[in-house]
């Protein structure tokens, strides 16, 4: 079953705004990881966030990690019609044999 | 440039037949996964394997098969097809078990009718 669980479900935005995403995690974990799944393709890599860490930047990406309420949060700042997509959590559980975990994702829409 | 490729990229198959979906990687990692995604579900992980000769069972493993001779590759048989394997399938590597980042192949869309 999912461990992470991503929220809202579907997102529709204008272009320009920012768009944030939240997930959801229930187990003590490594790091966290974000993807980005554009329609019909396989999923890619954005940032991963370490159970260490708070706050990460990369471009117009943000994530925050908040391990005592066991929750991320992604924001894509000025959003453009390009970043249409699926993003999905994936939480890497502490228990270091353990695969990633991925959440079902939210679909963010940016319209222009 | 390393990359992962799976073939086919789209399969329509019958009911019982079996089908072998093929993985193949050049990062050189030793972690490689499977995983299915339908709608309402996400991704869910059916298989992965940490080396060569080894395998693991995921989430959702009845009905699949893996095997792993070789770094490189890490096919998916699908034994007796049924209905409920039509999906979106997709492989995955790694170069840690989870403490790094996993790349992905662009899918195979099959179809058991």
Sequence with gaps: ????????????????????????????????????????????????????????????????????????????????????????????????????????????SVIA | DAEITQSPRHKITETGRQVTLACHQTWNHNNMFWYRQDLGHGLRLIHYSYGVQDTNKGEVSDGYSVSRSNTEDLPLTLESAASSQTSVYFCASSASKGAREQYFGPGTRLTVT
């Design chain 1, 1 to 108: 079953s999912q461990q992470g669980e991503e929220d809202p479900q579907a997102l529709s935005i204008q272009e320009g705004e920012n768009a944030t995403m939240n997930c959801s995690y229930k187990t003590s974990i490594n790091n966290l990881q974000w993807y980005r799944q554009n329609s019909g393709r396989g999923l890619v890599h954005l940032i991963l966030i370490r159970s260490n860490e708070r706050e990460k930047h990369s471009g117009r990406l943000r994530v925050t990690l908040d391990t005592s309420k066991k929750s991320s949060s992604l924001l894509i700042t000025a959003s453009r019609a390009a970043d249409t997509a699926s993003y999905f959590c994936a939480t890497a559980p502490n228990s270091g044999n353990t695969p990633l975990v991925f959440g079902k994702g939210t679909r963010l």
